[in-house]
């Protein structure tokens, strides 16, 4: 019989990286081998990571709990260290007790996430509007603020154009997503046919996109740069090349950006190498 042994090699390595995270440089993207959430860049993001971290605290204390109890239950109770096992089927204190700590470890959790399911919930007062249309299959963008900024579609590059350009395949966009940092902005997110979902990891947003309903969720950018997400609801036959690509500039970037009719003009074009604007049809 053949067992499937863990690599602990990465697993350690894995460890350590978590730990020096507050150290490392900051991610935009999904790492390979990565295993815990994206860093943050926007404040509900920020919460998230936070109440996240609380409550993987309080499963590794229950989890350690339970296992040193069961393995003291084991070794202590088995049938050779004590032969004779007790009658008792009711202890009143520890039946009080076993539901009274889970029901306050609950109440401690309920008041962080509730706090958060608002923050995400609740659209602050935002300075503008983007609408996100899932098609079958690709993302369809409009900025209602701006007449003369026309809606555009965003695909994935081929792997071997995201490869020269030295992007992550099915993550970046032949058209981004481009928005101003330290801007509260809403997001309309719908569909034309079936259902898909709007999701970028390192802003915390993830909005289902269904058919004949508009629903709306924000983000605000803290830092500039380029972020990927992906479809998040299996949508479908080529559901995997529907990337996000957000680009976050700064707003004098972004008010030239509107200006030029939603394109980079020749001098900007060249800070950003990872993603291209088509200009208006
Ligand atoms: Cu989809």
Aim: negative net charge; glycine residues 6%; hydrophobic residues 50%.
């Amino acid at each position: 019989m053949r067992f499937i042994r863990p690599n602990f090699k990465s697993l350690i390595a894995g460890s350590v990286a978590a730990l020096a995270m507050g150290t490392a440089a900051f991610a935009n993207k999904p790492t390979p081998g990565g295993w815990w959430l994206q860093d943050a860049a926007s404040p509900v993001m920020e919460e998230l990571t936070r109440v996240h971290n609380i409550v993987f605290v309080i499963i590794c204390v229950i989890l350690a709990v339970v296992m040193v109890l069961m393995g003291y239950i084991m070794i202590r109770f088995r049938e050779k260290a004590n032969p004779v096992p007790s009658k008792t089927t009711h202890h009143v204190g520890l039946e009080v007790v076993w539901t009274i700590v889970p029901v306050l470890i609950l109440l401690g959790m309920v008041v962080p996430s509730m706090q958060l399911l608002y923050l995400q919930d609740r659209l602050p007062e935002t300075e503008m509007t983007i609408k996100a249309v899932g098609n079958t299959w690709n993302w369809e963008y409009e900025y209602p603020d701006y007449e003369n900024v026309d809606s555009f579609v965003a695909n994935p590059l081929e792997k071997a154009e995201a490869q020269a350009k030295g992007v992550p395949y099915l993550l970046a966009a032949d058209n981004a997503l481009v928005v101003p940092v330290d801007t509260k902005i809403k997001v309309l997110v719908t569909s034309v046919n079936n259902m898909h979902s709007w999701a970028m990891p390192a802003f915390g947003v993830k909005m289902d996109a269904v058919p004949g309903v508009v629903n709306e969720t924000w983000f605000e950018a803290t830092k500039e740069g380029t972020f990927y997400g992906q479809c998040s609801e299996i949508c479908g036959a080529l559901h995997y090349k529907m990337p996000i690509e957000i680009q976050v500039v700064s707003k004098a970037e972004f008010t030239r950006w509107v200006a030029n009719d939603g394109a980079f003009g020749s001098q900007t074009a060249a800070l950003n190498t990872a993603t291209t604007v088509a200009a208006p049809k």
